[in-house]
């Protein structure tokens, strides 16, 4: 249970005996309506980050994943039979991805020690992570060589700040579907609506229908924001990394609010 979901049900728990069954049925519906509200934001938005970040980092560092360790290993392995450049820099990939999580869970232990939730402290720092992305692309830019010094130092940027959102996805929201690699989310959808069509056992009292909505909204979104990426770099270059950033830091003013207690909408 994430931090969140915990205030959930504690604000469920301190509603007074006195508004009666009837009344305490409609809070709790009201919050729990909140709390999927904010899932589905949470995932569609951090899903459309991933994608981008993962499609403009492809392209500004020719060929290097961001944020999808199994695609550097293909590549990796694809370059050294080919001999082909760009070896180095997803080689130095994965430890810089490692420190990243590890250091995000630094964060979420003394923020948790602190009794505050760790979501949007994390948030706020790969919003950090990728504003530094920006600015040394800008500043470094072009980028001509895969492996040369300056192609490294701004990809570790982007590589850490999609760390710190797969640690985002094991630490806070590990009840929702991934938000960087879209493949488990596919098939558990697919094994999800099958269900559902079928009516199975397996959906009995719809948690095959719950984790629908959880699961399918991200998979749209990391698709548009993969294309989103993929353009807006095409078009803007490095500039472009304002949009997941400026993503980032509303999601965070946004879970502020409903964590809160404030009623969406």
């Known amino acids: 249970m994430t931090s969140e979901d915990?205030?959930?049900?504690?604000?469920?728990?301190?509603?007074?005996?006195?508004?009666?069954?009837?009344?305490?049925?409609?809070?709790?519906?009201?919050?729990?309506?909140?709390?999927?509200?904010?899932?589905?934001?949470?995932?569609?938005?951090?899903?459309?980050?991933?994608?981008f970040v993962d499609a403009a980092g492809f392209m500004a560092l020719a060929g290097l994943f961001t944020s999808h360790v199994t695609g550097n290993f293909v590549l990796i392995g694809e370059q050294l039979a080919t001999g082909t450049g760009g070896v180095v820099a997803k080689l130095a990939a994965l430890p810089i991805f490692v420190l990243a999580v590890g250091g995000a869970r630094l964060v979420a232990l003394a923020m948790e020690r602190r009794k505050i939730a760790p979501m949007r402290p994390l948030l706020l720092l790969e919003a950090l992570l990728l504003l530094a992305f920006l600015l040394a692309g800008r500043v470094l830019s072009p980028l001509r060589l895969p492996d040369s010094v300056e192609a490294i130092?701004?990809?570790?940027?982007?590589?850490?700040?999609?760390?710190?959102?797969?640690a985002i996805g094991r630490l806070s929201i590990a009840h929702l579907a991934t938000t960087t690699v879209m493949t488990v989310n596919v098939a558990q959808a697919t094994i999800d609506a099958l269900d559902v069509l079928l009516g199975t056992a397996a959906d009995q009292g719809k948690p095959a229908r719950a984790r629908l909505w959880r699961m399918v909204p991200p998979i749209g979104s990391f698709a548009v924001g993969a294309l989103a990426g993929a353009f807006g770099f095409a078009l803007f270059g490095f500039a472009c990394v304002a949009v997941p950033i400026v993503l980032l830091l509303t999601l965070s003013a946004r879970l502020r609010t409903v964590v809160a207690g404030k009623m969406p909408g």
């Open 6 to 51: 915990s205030v959930h049900r504690r604000r469920t728990d301190m509603i007074s005996p006195a508004v009666g069954k009837g009344g305490i049925a409609h809070a709790s519906s009201r919050l729990s309506a909140a709390v999927l509200e904010r899932d589905v934001l949470t995932g569609v938005s951090m899903a459309f980050v991933g994608g």
């Open 153 to 166: 130092f701004v990809g570790m940027f982007a590589v850490a700040a999609m760390g710190v959102q797969n």
